[in-house]
């Protein structure tokens, strides 16, 4: 027993970076959209971090990166990304931004992987973030199952435990800060994590050299995918500016005594 | 206007939750006829409660009354085919984010989720992590919307005499449900039921006038004010990430207490920041928090001013020992 684990990951603006809408020829982007330095996306790469955890206890199997992003912003994600856990590239070249078409998304995907060369359908786990810090809308993965024919899913996935019978156990989240868990029979399965229990591994140079003689070919090879948007009608920043009260050189005391009557509501 | 389908999965008394009777009410709004699509639970006793609000279609049997992929996809395609929708609403449960978006895919169609408001020049709702708000429509049918609670107010009807047609559909799914675990412990997660969320941010663990760091002290402190207040604890994400990284970095905090871009965003009628520093981010965290007060010792702190009500510019240590005190 042997998995093929095809993790989908995107790329998304460094959290740090203010963003701010402009209206582009395709419709809505980001002010400086190329120029904003981008990480992959964060519950993408905690897939990707729980795809090569997998990998090293199953002898046998491969992890394969899918991304659709500019090859140019993905390149520079790599650089860092690549030293950290071992994978195969497939590069899509398109927009990364969160204002496209799920579903067009969705379709360069699922071809992508399609045409992995050997890749094993039957083995085949699909893994990616239940959501990105794009588009954030949890779409696009289940889509990506449902073109490959997958149709046992989980989204918000915390853990992946694989019985000896090739069963996996999934814990997903639910309402209230609770955990549903299921077992499903063994692959095929699509598993949307969310941040998984894995620390982000350290930089490995090994690992990096060893990735990058695949992902310099691969982005090179790398297709265009079509990818639309749709009739947006607007598109704004939140406008919410509180009068802050400062409250200073006041005693810890006092302060205390006036949170507490605020927590208890008096 | 197109016919619209309400998806619900009412409980094994046949109630439907507040987020469902929200999508009832928003679907009314549009306009056009509404059919309520039900999957699993009590579809006859819900039937009594919301046949009122129009056409009532059902799939049960045990295997419907769990939530899970195979079995919710199979289910709300029988009922998008069997009303012939061309819009398909539903609250933004776990159970149907999990299954419409690939429901969507199978009917042709295209979905959106976490709508926050709806009417029938076009939808809102977040991008970027609630960081852009953008509105828009779409000629793609049939669309499917996932609802966040609180986009409408409830519907309410009187009860009815219960008619439904129950749709017929088959489903051999290769998942068991075994059922839901909570974490052990109440400071574990986020409790979303919780007046109060209370947010620790990386200032705890940073060396203190003394020129020491007093990690386990700050613990004992955080930990002292979410027992006694009867708070959620949030994180800020460094915090997060230091004890993803093995460090010896109050240690009860896991991803799942991390709110902000890449936490969660909860939603509690008070927050509580102690410590933090920082920028739009953590700014997240707190879009629905609708009373924030904040403790920090930068009073130019970029977070807290025009962002928290108050800004008690002191020393959290202080403070929170005095507080600890004061709700014991």
């Not at chain 1, 992946?160 to 299921?182: N, T, W």
């Not at chain 1, 930089?203 to 992902?215: D, E």
């Not at chain 2, 289910?75 to 776990?94: E, H, N, R």
Request: aromatic content about 6%.
């Amino acid at each position: 027993m042997s998995y093929h684990i095809a993790v989908c990951a995107g790329i998304v603006p460094d959290p740090l970076q203010t963003l701010e809408p402009v209206s582009g020829p395709q419709g809505p982007a980001l002010k400086n959209e190329m120029m904003l330095p981008a990480v992959l996306d964060p519950w993408a790469a905690h897939a990707l971090y729980e795809a090569s955890h997998l990998a090293k206890n199953v002898p046998g199997s491969k992890v394969y990166l899918v991304s659709l992003a500019p090859k140019a912003k993905l390149q520079q994600v790599l650089m860092t990304m690549a030293q950290k856990v071992a994978f195969e590239l497939v590069a899509l070249d398109g927009p990364s931004s969160g204002f496209t078409e799920s579903a067009d998304v969705a379709s360069a995907l699922a071809a992508a992987i399609e045409a992995i060369p050997g890749l094993d359908r039957s083995q085949l786990l699909l893994f990616g973030g239940w959501e990105s810090a794009a588009r954030a809308a949890g779409t696009t993965l289940a889509m990506v199952g449902e073109r490959l024919g997958i149709t046992e899913q989980f989204q918000g996935v915390d853990a992946l435990k694989v019985g000896a019978d090739g069963s996996l156990e999934i814990l997903e989240r639910v309402e209230g800060g609770k955990h549903q868990v299921s077992v499903c029979a063994g692959a095929p399965a699509v598993l949307g994590w969310a941040t998984g229990s894995l620390p982000e591994p350290p930089n490995s140079p090994q690992t990096g050299m060893q990735n990058m003689r695949t992902v310099m070919p691969a982005l090179q090879k790398a297709k265009p995918a079509q990818v639309g948007a749709h009739a947006f009608l607007s598109v704004s920043l939140p406008k919410q500016q509180r009068t802050t009260r400062i409250v200073k050189d006041v005693p810890a005391a006092e302060v205390a005594r006036e949170i507490a009557a605020w927590i208890r509501g008096s | 206007m197109e016919t619209i389908l309400v998806l619900l999965h009412p409980d094994a008394e046949g109630a439907i939750a507040k987020a469902g009777l929200e999508a009832i009410a928003a679907a009314h709004g549009l306009g056009g006829e509404v059919i309520i699509g039900l999957v699993g639970g009590n579809a006859a006793g819900a039937a009594k409660v919301i046949g009122g609000a129009g056409r009532v279609l059902a799939v049960e049997g045990d295997a419907f009354s769990q939530s899970r992929y195979a079995t919710d996809a199979a289910a709300a395609q029988a009922l998008v085919a069997a009303s012939k929708a061309g819009i398909v609403m539903a609250p933004a449960t776990s159970r149907w984010s999990r299954c419409l978006a690939g429901v969507a895919q199978r009917c042709g169609g295209r979905i959106d989720s976490h709508i926050t408001a709806i009417a029938p020049e076009g939808v809102t709702r977040w991008y970027y992590r609630q960081r852009i708000e953008a509105t828009f429509t779409r000629a793609e049918l049939p669309w499917f919307l996932l609802l966040e609670s609180g986009a409408a107010s409830a519907w309410q009807g009187a009860p009815c005499d219960g008619t439904f047609e129950r749709i017929a559909v088959e489903a051999a799914p290769r998942t068991e449900v075994k059922g839901v675990v909570s974490p052990g412990a109440g400071e574990q997660t986020v409790k979303p039921e919780a007046e109060l969320l209370f947010v620790a941010g990386a200032g705890w663990t940073k060396k203190q006038k003394d020129g020491a760091a007093h990690v386990e002290r700050a613990g004992e402190l955080i930990l002292g004010i979410v027992r006694t207040a009867g708070a959620s604890l949030g994180s800020s994400k460094s915090l997060v990430d230091l004890s993803g990284e093995g460090q010896a970095v109050l240690p009860f905090l896991s991803h799942l207490n991390q709110v902000g871009q890449t936490g969660s965003t909860p939603r509690h009628p008070k927050g509580l920041a102690t410590c933090c520093h920082g920028e739009e981010p953590h700014v997240v965290g707190w879009r629905f928090i609708q009373d924030r007060r904040a403790v920090n010792l930068d009073a130019n702190c970029g977070w807290a001013r025009g962002k928290a009500d108050v800004l008690y510019v002191a020393d959290a240590f202080e403070v929170m020992e005095e507080l600890n005190r004061l709700l014991a």
